[in-house]
Structures are given as C-alpha cells and as structure tokens.
C-alpha cells in the first residue's frame, strides 16, 4: 500500500509539472477548478477522513485549508464557494506542495506505525483516497484544458512529444468501418461482482432485463461527426432533445467544444482543427469524437438512425467478441440517467457523499479517457456529468434495438 | 366522439369560468402560462394536426394564431417566446372565445362529413387532441393557483362551495396508521397493455426484473410533513441530494410551496394555513401533502427512513390489495428519471414532438390529483416534471427495500 | 379647484377608456406599470397624502391598496415588488374604478366642508397630486404602447381617426432647413421664477454662467436620423458614449425602439414604418424622432458635428426669436446629469421623496412630448430618465458651442 | 525626460514586486484587473502610441499583445474581454517583464535617436503615457487589494514595516474638531491654467457662478463613520438616494468595503478592524474612512446635515487657508457627475478615447490617495468611478450651503 500511494500521489505532481504557478492558480468557470486546488484538496481528503480521525497526535499544516479544500462535505463542515477557487493565489503554490509532502508523510508514518484496529478502519479510506486521487488526475488535465482554451494564444498544455499523459500502448485509431455487435438478452448481472475495489454507487450487484440490442464495435470518429456537421446537424431541431436545443440556442453550439472552424482567427487555417491538450493541431478524422455533451450525443445518433446505449447493454456488451475502443480512448455517454441501484446505500460517515447525493439530474458515461489513469477503471464503472456538460473527454458510442 | 368532444371542450371553459379577463391573461412565471393561452392552444392543437392537414376548404380562423399559440413544435413553425404568453393582451378573450368555437365547428362538421379515409388518419390525433386538452386543464388550475398565489391578498380561485373540480366522490381522508405493502417481485410487465388510449411515452410494453420491495398504502398527509419540518428538515443538509440542497438555498424553502407558516403577514393567523384553489385554510394535517418538489420528496423520504418508489414499482402495485390513493389525490414523484421505454419510438409527424424529446433531465410522476379530469389517468401514466418543480399538485408516496 | 381636480381625475379614465380590462392589466418590463396600476396609485396618493392625514373620519377604501399601490415612499411602509405589479390582477379594474370614485368622493368632500387651516395644509398637496396624475398620465401611455410593441400583431392602441391624445392645434410639421438660433450668454437665471405650481427639483431659482453657444430651432427630424442610421450610425463606435456602445451591443440596437425595418415581418412593408400609438404607419421623414435614448441622442449629435444643450441653454433659450417645438413633440435630452440645483431641499414629509431621492444616475429632458397633457410643462420644468431609457416620447435637439 | 520615463516605469514594477506570480495573474471582479495585465498594458499603451506609429523600424514583441492588452480603443482594434483578463497564465509574468523591457529599450532608444519633427508629435504621447502609467499604479494597488480581500485567510499585499507606497511625510491624522471654511462665492476659475500637463477632461479653463458654501476642513473620519453605523446609517431609507438604498438591500452592505465587525470569522477580534495593504488591523478612528461608495458618502453626509461639495466649490477651496487632507489621504466623491466642460474637445486621435467617452453615468471625486504616486494630481484633476464603486481609496468631505 504504502508504494501504491506513493506512486498515485506522485503522479499527480508529474501532471501538474508542465504547467507554471500562475496556470495552477486559474479557474476558467465554476464546474472547473485550479490545478493547485485539485492538488491541495486531494491532499486535505486523506486529512479529513484519515489521519484526522485515525492518527492520534497528527498535527495539521493549516487549520484553514479544512475551510478552503473541503469540495462538497456537509458533514465537515463549512466551506470556500467553489466558484471562487481561483482567487485562492494564497496558499501559494510552494505552500501547496508543502501541505502534499506533509500530509504524505503523516499518511506513511500512519501506515508504518498503526495497530491493526486502526489499520482495518484506515484501509478502505486510504483506497478510497487513491481512487479519489486518480479521479482528480483525470480533473487536472480536463480543467486545464479548459482553461487554456480560454486564452485567444491557445497555448499548449505541454508539446506533443513529452505527451506524457498518453500510455504508450494506445495506438492511434484507424477508423475500419462500424460493425454491430449482438448484446447478450435477458437477465443480465449488473454491478460490481465483489473482487478489487469499487465505488458504492457499483454496488449492490444485481440483476436486470435486457430486450434486444447491438452495439457499434467502436466510437463515433471525428470524421463521422464531421459529416453530422455538415449535414446540418446544429441547425436542425427534430434531431435533438428540447433541452438539447435550447442549450444549441442559447450558447452558440456548432461543433465541438474544441473545435477550430476553418479560418478560425486564434489559428487561421485552412481546414478543420482541434485543440488539445498539445495545442491547436489538423482534425485527425479517424480518431474518436470527444468533448462532447450528452445532447450532442444523442443528436448525433438520432441523426445516425440509431440510439445511445443504456449503461447496462454497456456493462454487459464490454467484453463482447470484436468489441473495442471500450476504454482509454472517451468516456461514452450513455442513455442512463445517474440513479441508485436497488438496494443501494451510500458508505457511512463524511464517505457517503462521494456519490449518493449526486444521483439526479446527471447521466452516466461509461468506459475511461486517454486522460484516464491507467488501472482506474472498470467495467461497473459508472462516470457522471449533467447532459449539458462538454468539458471531459465524452465521446460516443452507438447502440440499436435488434 | 362527437359527444365526448364536445363534453371535454366544454369542460376547458367551466374551468375558465370563474376567473376575469385579467386573470386568464397573466402569466406569473415562464414555467406557467395564460389560462387565455391554454384555452387557445389546446384550439390550436386541433387546427395543426387535423383541420388543417386533413379537412379540405377549412379556414384558419386567423392565420397569425398559429405563432401565437403554437407551444413547441418545432416542424410546425416559429412561436412566440414562453416567457411572454402573459403580454398576449390581443387577442381578447372574447376572440380567443369565438376561435374556440370556430375550431369546435370545424371539428363537428369534418366529424360529420369525412370520408373513411379521412376519419382512419383523423382519429387518433382527434383522441391524441383531447387528452391534450385534459393535461391543459389541470394546468390551468396549477398556473392560476400559481399566478394568484403572487398576489399579496390571496384571492381565491373560487369560493369552497363551488368548488367544481372536486369530484364528488372523493372524501376527505382520514389518517389511518401506514402500512407497507409488499410489492410482486420477479419480472413485471411494464407500459400500456394495448387497450384504449395511452400516449407513445407509455409504450412498448415490456419487462422489467423488481427487487423485494414495499411500498406505504397511503400519501405521505402534512401532519406527517409537518413532523419533518419541525423536525429541521429544511436545514439538515445530511438529508437532501446536492441539487435539492442547493434549490433550498438558493430559493430559501422552509415549506410546501403553498404553505403559509404561522403568523404570514397576509393572512394572520395562529397555526399554519394552506393556500389553495378555495383560498387560505386551515392546515388539514390528515390531507396528503402537495405542491412539494421531488427534492422535497427524496428528503421526506430520507428522513422517514425509506425511500420514494421506481416507477415501474409504483405500476406494479398499483392494484396490490390494501393500497389507497393511488390516484385522484396528489401525482406522486417517483425515484425513475424520465427516459425512453426499450424500442420506444415516438408518433410519426409533429405529434412526435409530443413527449419523446423531452425525456431528459425530468422525474416521474405517477398517479394523478384531484385536479386532473376524472378518468385521464391509468397505471401506465407517466407525468415527468423537473426535480425542482412544486406548482403542480404532487405529493409523496414512500417505498422501502424488503 | 373642485372643478380643476374633475377634469383632470377624469382625463385618466379617458386616457384608459381605448384598453380591455386585459391590455390594462398587463407589464411588459419591470420600469413600466400597467394602466390600472397607474389608476390606483395616483388614487392612493390622494388618500396617502391628503385624506390619510388631513380628513377626519375618512374611511379607506381597502386597507390593502396602501401596500399594493405604493410606488416608492419608503416613509409610507413597505409595498408590492415594482416588477410584480401586472401580477394584480386582483382588484379587478372594476374594483379599481370604484376605488378611484371613492377617493374622488372623499377629496371632494374633504374640499368642500375642510377648514382653513386643513385647506391651507392640503392645497399644495392636492395640487402636487394633480401634477403627479397628469405625469401618470403621460406614462400609461408611453407604458401601453410598450406593452402592445410586446405582441407580434402590434394592435394599435386605438385607430387614428380617434387618437384624443393629439391635442388639435399642433399641426404636422413641415422640415424646414435648421437653423441655429444664438443663445443670450453671460449669467442667466435658471429654476422656477415663482409664478404658479413647480416640482421642488425646479427650485431654487440660481444662477449660472452660460458660454456662448447657438441652438437648432427645431429638432431633429426622422428623415434625419435615418441618414445617421444609413451612414453606419449604428455601427461605429466612435459616434458612442462608451456606455452607449456598450448598450447599441448588448441590446442589438440598430433603429429607434418603435421602427421597423423594410420587410420586418409583423407588419411586411418595403419601406421603414414606425409603431406607434396608432399602430403601424409609414416613417415621416418630416416628423421629429422618438423613442431614441440619451445615447442615441449624444451618438446622432457627435455624428452631426454638434452636441447636446445643457438644460441651463435650453431654458435659457425657450422663448428666444425663431425657436420652435420646444414643447408639445417630444422631450429632449440635454446634456445635463439631474442633479440637485444649489441650495435645494426637498419638500417636507413624504412628498420629499419625490424627486430629491433620484438625483443621480439620471438625464435631464426637457419640454414635454405629444403624450404630456397641455398645460403640464413649464420652461424650468426638468424631466429625468436614465441614459439608457427609450420608451419614452424623447428626441433630439441640437446645440454647439458658438 | 529618459530619466523621468525611467523612474516612472521602475516605479510600477516595485509596486508589483510583493506579488507572486499567482497574485498577479488573478482577477477578482470584472472592474478590478490583474497586476500582470495592467504591467502589460501600460506597456502596450507606449507600443500602440508611439513606438508603432512614430518609431520607423520598431518591431512589436509579440503581435498578439495588441489584442490582449488594448483596454477600450476602439479605433485601435479588436481586444480580449475585460471579465476574462484573469485567464490570461500566458504570456507569463516573466513574458510580460520582457515585454516591459522590450517596450523600454524601443522608447529610450526612440528618444535618444529621433528627430525634432517626430519629438514633436511624440512628447505629448509620451508624458500622457506617463501620467497614465501613473494612473495604472494606484490600480494595482486597488485592485490587488480587493483580489486578497477574496481570500479567506486575507493576506497583506506587504507587512506594514515594508509600506513603500506610504509617502514618508504624510503623519498619521490625529481627529480634531472639523471645521467648517468659507469658500469663496461669485465667479470662480475652473479647469487647468495651463502650465504643466493636464488631461484633455481638465479643459477648457471657464468660469462658473458659485452660490455661497463652507466646506469641512478635513476628512469624515473611521470614528465618525462608525457613528452613522452605529446610529443605523444602513438602515434608514430616507438617509439614501433611491439606487444607494437599492445597492445596500441587494449587496448586504452594512459598513465600508474593508472593515470587518467585531467577531468575523475571517480574524476574530472583540472590536472593529479595517483589512488593507498591510493585513487586518484595528480600526483608526481618526483615520480618514476610505472604500466607501458615492452612495454611502452622500448617505452620511445626509445623516450628518450636511452635502457633500460640487467639483467646482472643491476646486475652488483647494488653497483655502486652514483646509487640509485635500490630496494625499483619500479621493473625496464630489455630488458632480462627470461631464465635460463648456468647450470640451478630447484629444485628437485614438487618445481621443482616453477621457471623453466614460462622461456618462459616473461621478467626479477629486484630491488624490495614499496609493496615488505622489506628483501625480493637481487641484484640478478630475478622477471619476460609477457611483456603486467602493474599492478605490475613496472617501468624504463635507459641505454646507453657507
């Protein structure tokens, strides 16, 4: 344990290196937060349910940061207005790294020394704080995109050849043309099955009907979206949901929210462009649509004559004969609203709003980023954002009734 | 047809009939509109989908009133804004009146004459047309209960004694001590079964797999709601989902939408009061509650120690032995967002508009209160209103694992 | 004063007479009030100001109204939100017109058998009262329209063969070419010169030093303004204020608030029309233009190679040879910030909010528009609006600098 | 002048150097701008001015800077948007130094090699781009204090020991009693006399008429201050002009922008204390009041019977003998909206924009600050902010009709 949470913890730092104390600082909307605040905060979740409570004589480094890095705990207490997180140029980044180095050493000193009571009610915390931490890692680099998006230079988040973000054995998308996979009917086994770690809202494991399906063998390409675009697809109103086109309406959507249109004034060229996270480079067709809303989604399989899939024709399909792309490249939205399962109860104490108070008014992606750490996921995994966001790597797969 | 037309038309204007020009003009919030509008629209809606396709030399009453009282069909046209029903002065309500009875002519008469052809195309959208109008008859009661409850006087719908939207054979309930009913579990069939009219929403039917589960015999009633009130329910955080946490903030909710805590300045009195369609009254603590949103709803529920019901749980039980009010008293939130049934297509044409594309971010009601038309609800009814919503008669229902 | 207070009273119901129960119930944005409001609390400060204090035995029509038809008198208690007044639909208008006899038969009462001393206190405020019916008046007109320019079928207030607010002897008038008329520099005296009724913000009678400068004798007429709109007046900023621009952006203004442009589809024409209290006409070139803002009015002067007068030069210049319009067209936008004049103090008790409490923020207009009844406006009299507002009768005249 | 130039630009940079790079980068509000940015703009203004358009061979460090740091020249080109100037991490802050240097050497360079013609031309441009540098270092100064009173842990701009913005010989005020001078009457000069720079808004030197007045001989002190609170200054309506009373209902206020009541959680203490560039101290009660707005200075100056002075009775009192604290502690709000003077041309070309297009809608205050450089005003400088405006070093001087 203790190398695995030496190795997690690092690899946030790792991220964050690219990028200067003022990049850090900045917060480009509300749902995004500061790269230095992901930092410090994932560093105050291992504070708060960990050695706060288990680690007697623990003596921690700012009694204000339980104010200024508690994201959404109502049980420990009140907290800084998430909207303002990027005025926080204070605690300054150096303090920050200091606060990581010393909550890491009260963690391993805590790990080296407890008794075994401890240690049983440590365990699952110190788990949770790591996959808490990954989660965050994903953050990192999709708030700072966003956040450099914001900046008419467009700069990149580091050059493409340090990408180090991108595991090496993910080989770049040819797109061979979409073949449907028959999903598996009847009852189903949903959930997850026991074996490694989860979060509550995987659980309790259980059953559900499926009526016939299949499901594309990979993600919707950019080249695919493109001819979406083409045809029309962000002025015609039957193919989206009413929500869907109010948002179009309202904001000004016309592709992507990355995307360059040809002539674009921050990067003129003269075809479509993407930027990301190594900066503005040519729309490469074959690779898989991402940032993406829901809406945008289910537009674009209604244009496709097809659907999204439920998360459960997801879980059951992902590890079909001849199934790919299933993770690593885009979270997939799927057609399922974020709910409880039956029978579903969130973790006791400051751990139970990690998830259960969320289930509303959100939908479930499913699958993991190239931005994912590696190892994150799983196949019960269940991501969720409201339909309207767009600001992750979301992409789209299609699914059709049998 | 032609009697059952004529009979729900009528019934539009019996409910009209107690409120002044004024006050079918106004409209007090974009989610509400005009009692004039829905007297207009739900004409409208006959003169778009039938007179005009199918009744040949039919004569639009005025040609303008197809922007002005189109709601949200997109493949019919431009509208006017939502927000602005309430500036729609002209036309008066004695045109409005007379388009009203222009299109009723134009019904009666292409009813009269049609050929076979005609009729087959015409039915269901004749059928389609007046469950349309009954919704909007319980909108109207839901939108002028809104629009007089912003007045600071509180003027009544109508006086107690003529309260016609009563049905006569509801009584007053008594609170009987809750019991849970178990629920049948194993697969279930779902959505409408194929007799009599249902909306597309409702269909296909299909199976679903139900957890052991049980669910109360009877509304939650407000001397129930009242004990969590009193019991700090509006400010235990620990008790409501995120969204819902952040809507009693953000909106300072202390009560039911309409409830009138103890010594309001508009309507002094010692104990709470209830504002209604009879005016200001005493606080029935027998009464089911109503006017609550599904926040609201999840929080009661939290706080009781169980749970709000899935909508097909609720479908399931609806004639279990022993279970009360089901319908006819208060639609009852449920924990189902609102999404599309497996192969789920909506109608051909504009009538496709009608539901489907509204199946995100919204929850299920089931059931039906006693402002909805006598005999418009079944089992297999689904309202859908967003998490937020508190201006329609919708109450509680609680539901627990087995 | 008997007399004097029946015919002015009565001018109001005649302004109103051309609008339903519904038109007089509406308000299309939060600065304008609905005529009915307009009717009761011009009543309600005859009963505030004078039978409140000053009459014993009189019994208030509804204890109510005081706080429904409060405009802004803090020292008078709290009252209904501005933005929710075309919420009332309660009292109706019937009840209104009765609360308006019942006043008027109270103050003529009161009139008839008060004593001296009562008369002397009650004479200024009586006659304060009229002046401020007859500002109200000028508003349920310029508040109408706007309301009517809300609906797509832009209905006329009432056809022009009708139009009463037309006083009979100003004829149409002619463009002649401008000339500029030198104005008397050195001191002059500025304020009300005590002869008959002034608001306190017209007082005390100073003065001031006024540079040379010269005046258009006329003002600036729709065909004019309409070069300005052709020469690109609309979209080059550096005609603007930099508020102005700001507005010009934000808003999309491209014409004055009551054009429409050739082929605008409420009312298709191929040529500029203008709507108005008439409903829709063709432009008169020859007219002066309305319905512009203070920014309108600085950005067509600076783009004239002029600028706005002072008020302190278009009092001064009222009666100078040649000047013509200065009342009777439209108000006209100086160049003057209202303010306090020196030495001011604003009227004792509850009337001293009257003005005083809105001395900032605020532009000065002068002379009075075809909407203000005759009589109403005096040399000193000083109207006031903020810079941004365009739905009133206000225009444009000219000034430079000699 | 080189020595003058070198001086002045030094001097932004120490004012920068207690800031982080994080520090400069933030933006807390969307009229408050970050360090960094107003380093590079005052840069961009001497590249845009003179360095483009007069120095033959110059060439611009970066193209885009045109674009990011151009405030409000419209006739300079397109710009980013003033609310997002926070999001600008790139260029960084060490970029933007080298920008400053770049800037630097083009201009010293441009000095010490241009001919008499061109010297000419740019003489005015460069002092105007001095005075404005000067302008831009007492906004660091403002706006880096509000973006730390953002912060929770309200950190200091510098420990008190550091203070180099305070000027060594002004002392600290000790309260004695005010005293009311006589100012002069009859005619009066007003406007710059010509020797030395002044900004375009300073002339045309006139005359005005002056009614007679006193005027306090020193500042409205912290003590006196507290007084209005503690008497319910924020409380009583019929102390406020109508928008100021609107203000403090909207935004809470209930004391200055930077005071902090006894007990605030953000540095508990028993009394009063005052957040400012050297952290939170105890209140001074013989300090002068600063941070407050022209509404909160015109309430007090009502709460204590008297008016606050004209911009023509402050200039006219400057050299005044017994008058004191006239520049050098707080600007002083004027009851002058800011206009422009009989005669008034702005400058020719794009610093024609510098002045004349914000004369709307704000209000004159006049003196200077502690964080104004010294040298920097005159008695007829005009600085002018909306009159909402509260985190300038703005304060109050009373006047009285004599």
């Known amino acids: 344990m203790a190398q695995r949470y030496g190795e997690i913890r690092a690899r946030s730092l790792v991220l964050a290196a690219p990028l200067s104390a003022e990049d850090q600082c900045i917060q480009s909307m509300s749902d995004a937060s500061p790269t230095k605040w992901h930092l410090a905060h994932t560093s105050w979740f291992f504070e708060a349910m960990v050695l706060g409570p288990l680690a007697p004589g623990y003596v921690p480094f700012d009694e204000r940061f339980s104010y200024l890095f508690?994201?959404?705990?109502?049980?420990?207490?009140?907290?800084?207005?998430?909207?303002?997180?990027?005025?926080?140029?204070?605690?300054?980044?150096?303090?920050?790294?200091?606060?990581?180095?010393?909550?890491?050493?009260?963690?391993?000193?805590?790990?080296?020394?407890?008794?075994?009571?401890?240690?049983?009610?440590?365990?699952?915390?110190?788990?949770?704080?790591?996959?808490?931490?990954?989660?965050?890692?994903?953050?990192?680099?999709?708030?700072?995109?966003?956040a450099l998006s914001c900046n008419p230079t467009l700069p990149a988040y580091q050059c493409a050849a340090a990408s180090s973000h991108k595991p090496a054995l993910r080989v770049a998308p040819v797109t061979a043309p979409l073949h449907w996979v028959t999903g598996r009917t009847g009852t189903a086994a949903i959930g997850h099955d026991g074996s490694g770690f989860a979060f509550d809202n995987e659980t309790p494991r259980h059953r559900v009907l499926l009526s016939p399906y299949r499901m594309a063998d990979r993600l919707v390409t950019c080249g695919e979206y493109l001819q979406f675009i083409e045809d029309g697809g962000y002025r015609r109103p039957e193919l989206w949901l009413s929500d869907g086109w109010a948002a179009v309406q309202a904001n000004g959507w016309s592709c992507p929210l990355y995307w360059l249109a040809p002539h674009d004034a921050r990067a003129p060229a003269g075809?479509?462009?993407?930027?990301?996270?190594?900066?503005?480079?040519?729309?490469?067709?074959?690779?898989?649509?991402?940032?993406?809303?829901?809406?945008?989604?289910?537009?674009?399989?209604?244009?496709?004559?097809?659907?999204?899939?439920?998360?459960?024709?997801?879980?059951?399909?992902?590890?079909?004969?001849?199934?790919?792309?299933?993770?690593?490249?885009?979270?997939?939205?799927?057609?399922?609203?974020?709910?409880?399962?039956?029978?579903?109860?969130?973790?006791?104490?400051?751990?139970?709003?990690?998830?259960?108070?969320?289930?509303?008014?959100?939908?479930?992606?499913?699958?993991?980023?190239?931005?994912?750490?590696?190892?994150?996921?799983?196949?019960?995994?269940?991501?969720?954002?409201?339909?309207?966001?767009?600001?992750?790597?979301?992409?789209?797969?299609?699914?059709?009734?049998?």
């Open 271 to 402: 075809d479509w462009q993407v930027f990301g996270l190594s900066g503005v480079g040519a729309l490469d067709t074959s690779a898989p649509v991402s940032q993406v809303s829901f809406y945008e989604a289910a537009a674009f399989a209604e244009w496709a004559g097809a659907r999204l899939p439920t998360e459960f024709e997801w879980e059951t399909a992902f590890d079909a004969p001849g199934m790919t792309q299933m993770t690593g490249y885009a979270w997939q939205w799927t057609r399922s609203s974020y709910g409880p399962y039956p029978g579903f109860h969130p973790l006791a104490g400051a751990a139970g709003e990690y998830n259960g108070k969320f289930m509303v008014g959100q939908m479930v992606l499913r699958g993991g980023s190239s931005a994912t750490p590696l190892g994150h996921t799983r196949p019960s995994y269940r991501n969720f954002f409201p339909p309207g966001a767009r600001w992750q790597f979301s992409g789209i797969r299609l699914a059709r009734d049998a």
């Open 70 to 146: 508690n994201s959404y705990y109502e049980a420990l207490g009140p907290r800084h207005p998430r909207p303002q997180r990027g005025l926080l140029t204070r605690p300054t980044l150096v303090q920050v790294l200091a606060y990581r180095a010393h909550v890491d050493t009260g963690v391993q000193d805590f790990m080296a020394t407890c008794d075994e009571m401890a240690w049983r009610r440590a365990l699952p915390l110190l788990t949770l704080g790591l996959h808490h931490e990954q989660q965050h890692q994903e953050l990192i680099l999709t708030d700072i995109l966003h």
